[in-house]
């Protein structure tokens, strides 16, 4: 229901803006009253006083009593915005990313040829695992529907029940997998999961964290046949804009893998602290150059300032954007280096650290808060919170269960850290910020 209701906003014209029914309402209502849609399709009952909204039946009848022919001189333009996609803020309110549909057009005509290309006559069968509202969905979504593929969905509750999991890949059929390292981390841990249990798999499409040439040796071999191929892109630039077939040359030379070379029509500069552009191999700021950038978020004239602007290559102006991640190139190909910022990657999930401390000082008593990662093999594998409390507990378990369940209510489950700790005082630097490395040490 929610590709049918994208499809009738861009073809009649409007933006999408998907939002996930497990992301809390207070996250909704901010979202809605951000971007002040004209019509809100929902899925599942919404506590929101608003008559612009059209609950499940609704949305049945009208489609009952249509043909489901739209008159293409409505449809989004190319300049047009095709999508709006959320992800997390360090102010606390989530940012707006805007893709029009040329982004679209320019990221799908490349992504076409990943792996071993879906531009062919035979139409393959994707996997769905990330929620529509991740841009990773971009993906497996419109290359199946550009391609009339098949798309197998995995529901939520089937990836957190092994069994229902290995059952629906075994019935899949499926040729083209797009996820996170993450989740094929999580379906490797079984033996099952094999090229015996997906006969049809041509290729693993994998984005929005770092590949580890461990996941990489399990996969070649336990499916020998398959490519794995690694892309890199945040939101801003529509899904991925770098892609490197990682054959087992390339696994056993890199440690850690590259992320590869950019798409036609997009180019890559590493910046130094000042914008200029630094030599190869040296690190700086990934900017992402080119025709699938996007137009900037919706309604953050300050953030726009900050991460976007237009330059010119080959004598033609494009938009760019500064990615807040770290790289270098060597012999073309990207190398990525971690974040220049407090943004993390937790299980393939966009968090910005400060979005949780703003909303952990939002809770009744914190009066100082500050989150942080723990590492697992080069990875974020959970999130730990210190908190300064105005009046001092005496039972810390139970007040960490209760700011954990307060939590809830602004922010989505992914980002609630697993561990709430107590702490007197968070140190500081000169400046007044807070200082990080030394929290490190009492976290
Ligand atoms: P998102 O907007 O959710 O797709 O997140 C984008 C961010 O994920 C990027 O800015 C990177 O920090 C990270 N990322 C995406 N792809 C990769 C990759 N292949 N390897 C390492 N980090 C990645």
């Not at 102010?91 to 707006?96: A, C, L």
């Not at 090229?195 to 040439?213: A, M, V, W, Y």
């Not at 008593?365 to 005496?394: F, N």
């Amino acid at each position: 229901m929610m590709l049918v209701c994208f499809l009738a906003c861009v073809k009649s014209g409007r933006a999408y803006c998907p939002i996930d029914v497990n992301v809390p309402l207070s996250r909704t209502e901010a979202i809605i009253r951000e971007v002040e849609p004209e019509i809100i399709l929902t899925t599942e009952p919404l506590e929101i006083d608003s008559d612009r909204i059209k609950e499940l039946q609704e949305i049945n009848e009208i489609i009952s009593t249509t043909d489901g022919k739209a008159d293409s001189s409505n449809y989004v333009t190319a300049e047009d915005v095709f999508y709006i996609i959320f992800t997390s803020g360090s102010t606390g309110t989530p940012k707006g990313v805007q893709i029009t549909r040329d982004c679209l057009d320019n990221f799908i005509k490349w992504a076409l040829c990943l792996g071993s290309g879906t531009a062919q006559e035979k139409v393959y069968t994707f996997m769905n695992q990330a929620p529509f509202s991740f841009d990773l969905s971009v993906m497996d979504l419109y290359l199946c529907l550009y391609t009339g593929g098949t798309l197998f969905a995995l529901g939520k509750n089937v990836q957190v029940d092994m069994k229902l999991l290995y059952e629906a890949l075994r019935r899949s059929g499926i040729n083209k997998w797009i996820s996170t390292p993450s989740f094929a981390d999580v379906c490797l841990a079984d033996p099952i999961f094999s090229g015996e249990l997906l006969p049809d798999l041509t290729d693993f499409l994998f984005c929005g964290e770092i590949l580890t040439n461990k996941t990489v040796s399990r996969l070649k071999k336990r499916f020998p046949g398959a490519n794995v191929v690694n892309t890199y892109g945040p939101t801003e630039s529509t899904c991925a804009i770098t892609e490197i077939n990682v054959t087992d040359e390339i696994n056993e030379k890199y440690s850690p893998l590259p992320v590869g070379k950019p798409k036609d029509g997009t180019w890559i500069r590493i910046s130094d602290e000042n914008g200029n552009a630094v030599v190869d191999g040296e690190k700086g700021e990934i900017v992402i150059i080119g025709d699938s950038v996007s137009i900037g978020y919706w309604n953050n004239a300050e953030k726009n300032k900050k991460s976007f602007g237009r330059t010119t290559v080959n004598g033609v102006e494009y938009r760019f954007y500064r990615t807040g991640d770290e790289g270098y190139i060597i012999d073309g190909m990207l190398h990525y280096c971690g974040r220049i910022d407090n943004q993390v990657k937790l299980h393939g999930y966009r968090i910005e650290l400060e979005d949780i401390e703003s909303n952990l000082l939002k809770i009744h008593g914190i009066i100082q808060a500050v989150v942080l990662p723990k590492y697992r093999d080069g990875k974020v594998s959970s999130l730990v919170a210190g908190v300064v409390l105005s009046e001092a507990t005496e039972d810390e378990k139970t007040a960490a269960e209760s700011i954990k369940s307060k939590l809830k209510m602004t922010l989505p489950e992914y980002m609630i850290p697993k561990k709430i700790k107590f702490l007197s005082n968070i140190p500081r630097t000169n400046n007044g910020k807070i200082d990080r490395k030394a929290v490190g040490g009492v976290l």
